[in-house]
């Protein structure tokens, strides 16, 4: 079984039970916790990874970092990660763990790409209407890109729109070759 198929897995069974016993807050801000923590230290996440630590260690380290940090219930789970001998996945699984949520609140993220900064109403006014076209929240990550002439981008999972100037222009010169032929 592939990793990203055993992560979401996982994933699913924590946010089920999650949901089920009514701590899915906790659990959230817990996988946040252990999120930070993994993407600031290198040497943990390559610690889940070896074969070389066995599954005692790896339990035991764990708990010594995140015991004191988060409930004990999400200890619970990522011990038993460690001792699955699926410690490994446990970025992944708080990756999917985040979407899955994402997927059952109804939100969806947008890469919003523009020529120059919007103001706030203007992202407000964008976002608002992405919401509309999708029938979901949005959540849009606003960035700079300096090789559009002007206008907007919009990546959301895999449809992009484009109301950029340049693909406007590209646009009206495919119509004008078109009425030559």
């Known amino acids: 079984m592939s990793s990203a198929i055993a992560s979401r897995r996982y994933a699913l ?16 801000e817990d996988l946040q916790k252990i999120q930070e923590v993994l993407s600031g230290s290198r040497e ?40 699955k001998k699926r410690a490994n996945l446990l970025p992944g699984v708080i990756t999917e763990f985040n979407a ?46 300096e090789n559009l002439i002007g206008g907007v981008t919009v990546k959301i999972g895999d449809t992009i729109l484009d109301g950029s100037i340049q693909h406007q222009l590209q646009l009206l010169r495919n119509s004008l070759v078109a009425e030559k032929v």
């Open 44 to 83: 943990l996440v390559l610690a889940l990874r070896s074969p070389l630590i066995n599954v005692d260690l790896k339990s035991r380290i764990l708990e010594e970092i995140f015991s004191k940090e988060i409930g004990e219930k999400t200890m619970l789970f990522i011990k038993l990660l460690a001792h």
């Open 100 to 145: 899955l949520l994402d997927e059952r609140n109804g939100v969806i993220n947008a890469d919003v790409k523009s020529a120059v900064k919007l103001s706030d109403e203007q992202a407000k006014e964008l976002v608002n209407g992405l919401s509309q076209r999708t029938g979901k929240k949005i959540r849009a990550k606003m960035l700079l890109d």
């Open 13 to 28: 069974a924590l946010l089920d039970v999650a949901v089920e016993a009514n701590f899915l807050d906790k659990v959230t």
